[in-house]
């Protein structure tokens, strides 16, 4: 058995003797990496926020960041992490370290006041620091010297509200919380940093290899995290261990282990395989690997499938796309999940594998009540199959109490074709309204064969209304519900045809 070990700012840890359940937050604090804090334990704050090295979509390698406080540190297995600490580099022994360029802009322009949340922060932002594809540049008619003054230390007026002069994207943010700053102050700083020099030793990392897979078996006491090499290898054991927790991103289990202590037997990863990773576009189809985090689809399909690009940044935050996966979405069951309303909208189907074989199952025939499924123990998601051509009438529209990072009162999806002024199809997906996501198949037939016109959309904004069991909660009534559903159509008709002249 080869000895668990991951490698941390540089240098090589063994794993043991950590409980298979121990976070890589709990592993980095025990061995004096405190920067790295526990402020939520579920994912919503940041704080907690380190650098893994994964495959890149532009480069060999990214520097991604995660939620430590979420992933078991056996899940890093063989890999490779940064933290806040290992952003400073130390020039001579005996010397004081020097900042990283995001530590420096976080320092002098304020961006730190009492502390706690800086770490989190800065590992994000040095992820974005390091983002290839990320250059500067100036909106139409800005001042074209607002871009260089950005090199130089000076925010400027160029970019947009959340897009400065040098590219930075404050999503990259999204996930991570401040209680003194006011942002403003990490604002300056994200959209000062430069780029990175050629001989910083992170950006030439982005050249080389990730640490490739390595299959785990690590055992402590009566529990164990495994991981096989192959899909094959997995269905095997998942048929021996029907028990067995499966995790990819760990953003859902890594909640229930924190929050609600629960603990398995045995977990199982399935996020490295590459059999789950794949993603194709076919001429009839669009195939998704269950195992590819969302952040990984979003910038592989690049906006092809516009719906997904609009869920993409209202699920959740950047640090949780970074792990999780529609096959965890869907294996969850929840009915507040994002993805499934839009996927029951892009008419998805699942394939699911067992030690037998495969078989494809519709997504609206998917859930068969609250958290449960059709799912037989021992099966998996390998792939979510998205077929063409597309609908050219989409809108993705999430109630909520915040803009971004938090969870859906309600949720709704349309995919419409729209031909000659008459709605020839239609597909609406919803979440929050029933103990599962549900498919609007009164309001589809009230919209299918008719004009699309104001007559129609309130027509059918009524039936909408009344679908699904709405149910009264500490995030809003049933009759909110109810009525959003309503308002939801009437948005996108209005969003429709607003361009459309008389």
């Given at each position: 058995?080869?000895?668990?070990?991951?490698?941390v700012n540089?240098k090589?840890a063994?794993?043991?003797?950590a409980a298979p359940?121990?976070?890589v937050l709990?592993?980095l604090?025990e061995?004096g990496?405190?920067?790295?804090?526990e402020g939520?334990?579920?994912?919503?704050?940041?704080?907690c926020s380190?650098?893994v090295a994964?495959?890149?979509?532009?480069k060999?390698?990214?520097?991604?960041?995660v939620?430590?406080c979420?992933v078991?540190?056996?899940?890093l297995?063989?890999?490779?992490?940064?933290?806040?600490?290992g952003?400073?580099?130390?020039?001579?022994?005996?010397?004081?370290p020097?900042?990283?360029p995001v530590q420096e802009e976080m320092?002098v322009?304020?961006?730190?006041?009492?502390?706690?949340?800086?770490p989190g922060?800065?590992?994000s932002?040095?992820?974005e620091y390091y983002r290839?594809d990320?250059?500067?540049?100036?909106?139409p008619?800005?001042d074209?010297?607002?871009?260089?003054?950005?090199e130089s230390?000076?925010?400027?007026d160029?970019?947009d509200?959340e897009?400065?002069?040098?590219?930075?994207?404050l999503?990259?943010?999204?996930?991570?919380l401040?209680?003194?700053t006011g942002?403003?102050?990490?604002?300056?700083?994200?959209?000062?940093?430069?780029?990175?020099s050629?001989e910083?030793?992170?950006?030439?990392?982005r050249?080389?290899e990730?640490?490739?897979?390595?299959?785990?078996?690590?055992?402590?006491d009566?529990s164990?995290f495994l991981?096989?090499s192959?899909?094959?290898?997995?269905?095997r054991l998942?048929?021996?261990?029907p028990?067995?927790?499966?995790?990819?991103?760990?953003?859902?289990?890594g909640?229930?282990?924190?929050?609600?202590?629960r603990r398995?037997?045995?977990?199982?990863?399935v996020d490295r395989?590459?059999?789950l990773?794949d993603?194709?576009v076919?001429?009839?189809?669009v195939e998704?690997g269950a195992?590819?985090?969302?952040?990984?689809?979003?910038r592989?399909?690049?906006?092809?499938?516009?719906?997904?690009?609009q869920l993409f940044?209202?699920?959740a935050?950047?640090?949780?796309?970074?792990?999780a996966?529609?096959g965890?979405?869907l294996?969850?069951?929840s009915?507040?999940?994002d993805s499934?309303?839009v996927?029951?909208?892009?008419?998805?189907?699942l394939?699911?594998?067992?030690?037998?074989?495969?078989?494809e199952?519709?997504?609206?025939?998917?859930?068969?009540?609250y958290?449960q499924?059709?799912?037989r123990p021992?099966e998996?998601?390998?792939?979510?199959?998205l077929?063409?051509?597309?609908s050219?009438v989409?809108a993705?529209h999430?109630?909520?109490k915040?803009?971004f990072?938090?969870?859906s009162s309600?949720?709704?999806?349309f995919a419409?074709d729209?031909?000659?002024g008459t709605?020839?199809k239609?597909?609406i997906?919803?979440?929050?309204v029933a103990?599962?996501?549900v498919r609007?198949?009164?309001?589809?037939a009230?919209?299918e064969?008719r004009?699309?016109t104001?007559?129609?959309?309130?027509?059918?904004?009524e039936?909408?209304?009344?679908?699904g069991?709405?149910?009264?909660d500490?995030?809003?009534s049933?009759?909110y519900?109810a009525?959003m559903l309503?308002?939801?159509?009437l948005?996108?008709?209005?969003?429709?045809?607003e361009?459309v002249p008389s």
């Amino acid at each position: 058995m080869v000895t668990a070990r991951i490698t941390v700012n540089g240098k090589e840890a063994p794993i043991a003797p950590a409980a298979p359940h121990t976070t890589v937050l709990d592993f980095l604090r025990e061995r004096g990496l405190t920067g790295t804090k526990e402020g939520c334990a579920e994912g919503e704050c940041g704080a907690c926020s380190v650098l893994v090295a994964r495959p890149g979509v532009n480069k060999p390698t990214d520097w991604v960041p995660v939620n430590a406080c979420l992933v078991p540190v056996a899940a890093l297995d063989g890999q490779e992490v940064v933290t806040s600490e290992g952003l400073a580099t130390v020039e001579a022994p005996g010397e004081p370290p020097v900042l990283h360029p995001v530590q420096e802009e976080m320092a002098v322009r304020g961006g730190s006041q009492c502390g706690y949340c800086t770490p989190g922060f800065v590992c994000s932002m040095a992820a974005e620091y390091y983002r290839p594809d990320r250059c500067a540049h100036a909106t139409p008619g800005a001042d074209p010297s607002a871009a260089e003054s950005a090199e130089s230390g000076d925010s400027g007026d160029s970019g947009d509200a959340e897009h400065g002069p040098n590219g930075f994207d404050l999503h990259a943010l999204s996930g991570n919380l401040c209680r003194c700053t006011g942002y403003r102050p990490i604002r300056d700083a994200a959209f000062a940093v430069g780029t990175p020099s050629d001989e910083d030793p992170l950006a030439r990392r982005r050249e080389q290899e990730p640490p490739a897979p390595v299959a785990t078996e690590y055992r402590q006491d009566d529990s164990a995290f495994l991981r096989r090499s192959t899909l094959a290898e997995t269905l095997r054991l998942l048929r021996e261990r029907p028990d067995a927790v499966v995790v990819a991103g760990s953003t859902d289990w890594g909640v229930e282990v924190n929050i609600r202590s629960r603990r398995a037997d045995c977990v199982v990863a399935v996020d490295r395989l590459p059999e789950l990773r794949d993603l194709r576009v076919e001429s009839d189809h669009v195939e998704i690997g269950a195992a590819l985090t969302l952040t990984e689809i979003e910038r592989r399909l690049d906006g092809t499938v516009p719906l997904l690009a609009q869920l993409f940044p209202q699920f959740a935050s950047r640090l949780i796309r970074n792990g999780a996966t529609l096959g965890g979405n869907l294996g969850t069951g929840s009915p507040i999940g994002d993805s499934p309303p839009v996927l029951l909208a892009l008419e998805a189907s699942l394939v699911l594998a067992d030690a037998d074989g495969e078989r494809e199952v519709p997504l609206a025939d998917y859930f068969t009540g609250y958290r449960q499924s059709v799912r037989r123990p021992g099966e998996l998601i390998r792939a979510v199959r998205l077929p063409l051509p597309l609908s050219p009438v989409t809108a993705f529209h999430k109630i909520a109490k915040r803009r971004f990072d938090d969870i859906s009162s309600v949720a709704v999806a349309f995919a419409l074709d729209v031909e000659g002024g008459t709605v020839r199809k239609a597909r609406i997906g919803l979440g929050g309204v029933a103990a599962t996501p549900v498919r609007a198949l009164a309001t589809e037939a009230a919209l299918e064969g008719r004009p699309w016109t104001t007559e129609t959309a309130e027509a059918a904004a009524e039936v909408l209304r009344g679908e699904g069991t709405p149910m009264s909660d500490h995030r809003a009534s049933a009759g909110y519900r109810a009525a959003m559903l309503g308002q939801s159509l009437l948005k996108l008709y209005a969003q429709t045809t607003e361009a459309v002249p008389s």
